[in-house]
């Protein structure tokens, strides 16, 4: 047993790593235990599907902080152990294996899981070796080991990690189709022209890029590897090698079977506490309520991870400062940088400024002569601009901002929206 001054924290991710060393610079006076199932101190998980599957990026290089950095900060680091469960009433964790650690604080950084393909020809727990999803080094490792030159590659989901491993994919010269079972790529997280301007990025660079596509079993052979996909328009499909994208879904089971409220994700405030006091959680697991946007949202990305953590800090350092972020998040495929900010669902106007044919230009979302979200590809600069104008939710006469002659700068001293 710790002592009851003990933070727990579950989950050595993007999240917890920032929690454990945030609320020690914040003055957390006791123990920090920082408890992860994965046998590695965290790491970047987004070069996972980019600098890591093309082989320029190791291991050691996606390490987010040295050892040395947690031993300086007082901070256990214990890996390769899996919490298993929560008895809020006790304030205790169990660990597999049946030791318990007793908490004053406890945070849940779980993270989430990739969505599994659930299809004809595909047994629960009986994987196809040559069948991956992306979450962990360890996944990323398998699929960088079955990729090479005139590989046969089939990705299922044209989401943002579907996407990125084709691109670098196509990079190791692997023979690429990718099935999306939505009408268009990126479906679920922007708009027609961005889905539109990667449908040919992808295809130029030799992808075989199909939409409206779902698939419809698999087919494997004597020793369980998948020797085909099979399409819901008839095709059949060989592959050496099958990467789902599927989805994510969040780690919230630990947090529902202790009675914390669960919504699709832990449910949190702006200080990511959960509806138990003496918990917080932060990152993918989690669920908030965003002010600028009217509703519940769980997000995926590194900068909400990060901004969740820190603000849970500050609340259990009692030094609250509340998380207000504007959601925003990066994709790299080729030689293309895209950055997004807001949430551009419901959104009723798209203006862009700037070409796609150029490989650089920039799409504003707007409602209600709002400026709700924005996409950037290879427009740094312009998106620094476009983070503060949807922050400041702008009204911005849509002419105004397409004008490429107009300095996008002017616009920040906008009418703020009531
Ligand atoms: C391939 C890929 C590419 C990505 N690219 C981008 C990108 O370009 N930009 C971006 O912003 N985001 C990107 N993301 C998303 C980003 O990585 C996540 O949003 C971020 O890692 C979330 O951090 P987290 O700490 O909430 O969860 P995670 O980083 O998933 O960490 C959670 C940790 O908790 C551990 N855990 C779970 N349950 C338990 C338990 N019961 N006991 C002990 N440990 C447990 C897990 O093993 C995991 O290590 C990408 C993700 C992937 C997979």
């Known amino acids: 047993m710790q002592s ?38 965290p790491y970047h998980r987004p070069p996972l599907s980019k600098a890591f599957l093309q082989g320029t990026a190791t291991p050691e290089s996606l390490t987010m902080r040295p050892q040395e950095t947690y031993e ?8 390769g152990i899996r919490t298993a469960s929560i008895d809020p009433t006790a304030k205790t964790v169990t660990l597999q294996g049946g030791s318990t650690l007793a908490y004053a604080k406890l945070a849940l950084c779980t993270g989430g899981r990739p969505r599994q393909l659930a299809v ?10 040559n069948l991956h999803v992306l979450r962990t080094q360890a996944d990323a ?25 084709a691109a670098s994919a196509r990079k190791l010269g692997a023979h690429v189709t990718v ?25 130029d660079a030799g992808v075989d890029l199909r939409v409206g596509v779902a698939v419809q079993r698999v087919e494997c052979d004597q020793c369980g590897r998948v020797r085909a996909v099979i ?27 202790a009675g914390l409220a669960v919504d699709g994700g832990i449910v949190v405030d702006a200080l990511g506490v959960t509806s138990d006091p003496d918990i917080v959680a932060a990152g993918d697991c989690t669920v908030h309520d965003h002010a600028l946007y009217g509703r519940r949202v769980r997000l995926e990305s590194v900068p909400n991870a990060l901004e969740q953590a820190r603000a849970a800090a500050s609340g259990l350092c009692g030094k609250p400062k509340p998380n207000h972020a504007v959601p925003w998040f990066w994709s790299d495929q080729y030689d293309l940088k895209l950055q997004m900010v807001g949430l551009s669902a419901g959104f009723e106007q798209c203006v862009l400024r700037g070409k796609p044919q150029e490989r650089s230009f920039i799409a504003f979302y707007l409602r209600d002569g709002c400026v709700i979200a924005a996409d950037a590809v290879n427009r740094p600069a312009d998106f620094m601009v476009a983070k503060r104008l949807v922050a400041a939710a702008s009204r911005i006469d849509a002419a105004q901002l397409a004008d490429a002659s107009l300095a996008l700068k002017q616009h920040l001293a906008p009418l703020a929206c009531a």
């Open 72 to 79: 300086k900060s007082h901070i256990e680091v214990r890996l």
């Open 179 to 203: 099935l999306e079972a939505q009408p268009r790529v990126l479906a679920r997280v922007t708009g027609e022209a961005l889905s539109a301007f990667y449908t040919e990025v992808h295809r």
């Open 141 to 165: 490792k398998a699929i960088r080991e079955a990729l090479a030159e005139g590989t046969r590659l089939v990705v299922i989901g044209g989401g943002y990690v579907g996407l990125e491993v």
């Open 4 to 41: 009851t001054d003990t933070l727990l924290i579950v989950g050595a991710g993007s999240a917890g790593s920032e929690l454990a060393i945030g609320v020690r610079q914040l003055g957390w006076p006791g123990p920090i235990v920082l408890l992860g199932e994965e046998p590695c101190l």
């Open 120 to 129: 004809e020809g595909l047994v629960a727990d009986a994987t196809p070796a």
């Open 231 to 257: 399409c819901s328009d008839g095709q059949r499909l060989e592959a050496d090698c099958v990467v789902v994208g599927v989805g994510m879904l969040p780690n919230a089971e630990l947090a529902a079977a």
